[in-house]
């Protein structure tokens, strides 16, 4: 049987200020093996990045309030103390950021950056000079020659940065990589170079990992599960073949696949989801999709649907109570 590496249960985020409270993430449920890659795919403002921030516990302290539990080798991650999340942090858990242009200090060489990242986290108690044969080893893997470990980040293009940035959060053989938006930055020439290389290195290690997008392209190539986000909730979710073989969907993952153009398709105009998401700091009281769907009915005004379950897949929408299995399994 796998083993649970990340079990993320009933988490709420709310982002608190004097004038507003934004609900940002919404009684989210999912579990992660080790080895498995969830997808978790929606439009922006949808809470992935919120997600993703509060499983490193990177959220703005002052102004937000979580509830829930995210359990991480059996430990609640929400429980722990700053000092020991900084041990996690890189070395068990790494990130890699939408924007590799910003996310580089331009004025130390990318060699030293991924040094640092091994010094702070020595488990291996390695001298300089095996650190700098791992930043060799890191750079060589990201298709880096190692000589160019003692240029600056601005000597880099756009995709040469995001293959550092994938080589610090890989520097420590994290057991979960957490991949926000990875691509979304970087010319679609070299879009698909980075996302090979990104599943290679996971299954080289067997490194779970968390691909956070909005490319349902991505998510069949890369994951086993699939969890679709809206307005803070997660209103689908499945194994791959569920979401990408199983003709019953929520209406806005009907939406996501419509909106994708289709190359042999003779249509003049793309199809997408009309209207926008409703404002986080006043969600409906019903469905939060309700504005948008075209197959609303009057008691998606006013009441939230809940979860129906079909084996390992799950979808949130009234259309789906009749159909109802009693049957429930995590994915
Ligand atoms: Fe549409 Fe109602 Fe389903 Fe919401 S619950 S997605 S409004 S049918």
């Known amino acids: ?52 921030l509060t499983i490193m516990g990177l959220l703005p302290e002052r102004v937000s309030k979580v509830q829930g539990e995210v359990i991480f ?40 950056q991924i040094a640092e990242a091994l010094e702070l986290h020595n488990v291996d108690q390695l001298k300089d000079k095996a650190i700098q044969k791992r930043v060799d080893e890191v750079l060589t893997m990201v298709g880096i020659p190692p000589q160019r470990k003692i240029e600056f980040p601005h000597q880099f293009s756009g995709g040469m940065k995001q293959r550092v940035i994938i ?14 938006e990875p691509t979304t930055a970087l010319d679609v020439t070299i879009q698909a170079q980075v996302i090979n290389m990104i599943r290679d290195l996971r299954d080289r290690h067997g490194t779970a990992m968390i691909m956070i997008t909005h490319d349902l392209g991505i998510v069949a190539q890369t994951c086993d599960k699939v969890a679709v986000m809206y307005a803070g909730e997660l209103i689908e979710t499945g194994t791959v073949e569920d979401i990408f073989e199983n003709p019953d969907h929520h209406p806005y993952t009907v939406g996501l696949f419509g909106s994708i153009p289709d190359i042999h398709s003779k249509a003049t105009r793309l199809n997408p989801i009309p209207g926008l ?47 109802d299995s009693t049957r429930k399994e995590v994915i």
């Open 73 to 112: 080798q059996g430990k609640d991650l929400l429980k722990t103390p700053e000092e020991e999340m900084q041990k996690v942090r890189g070395e068990k858990i790494a990130m890699i950021f939408q924007d590799p242009m910003t996310s580089l200090n331009p004025v130390i060489t990318v060699g030293d």
């Open 1 to 52: 049987m796998s083993e649970k590496l990340l079990e993320v249960k009933n988490v709420n985020v709310k982002y608190v200020t004097d004038l507003e409270t934004v609900h940002a993430v919404n009684d989210i449920s999912f579990e992660l093996n080790r080895g498995e890659t969830i997808g978790i795919v929606g439009e922006t403002g949808a809470g992935k990045t919120t997600t993703a």
């Open 277 to 323: 998401m409703p404002d986080p700091t006043e969600l409906p009281p019903g469905c939060n999709f309700a504005d948008r769907c075209p197959h609303k009915m009057s008691i998606c005004e006013t009441v939230p649907p809940k979860a129906f379950h079909f084996g390992t897949h799950s979808i949130s929408c009234h259309l789906f109570a009749e159909k």
């Open 167 to 180: 080589a610090i959060a890989l520097a420590c053989e994290p057991d979960l990589l957490i991949a926000d």
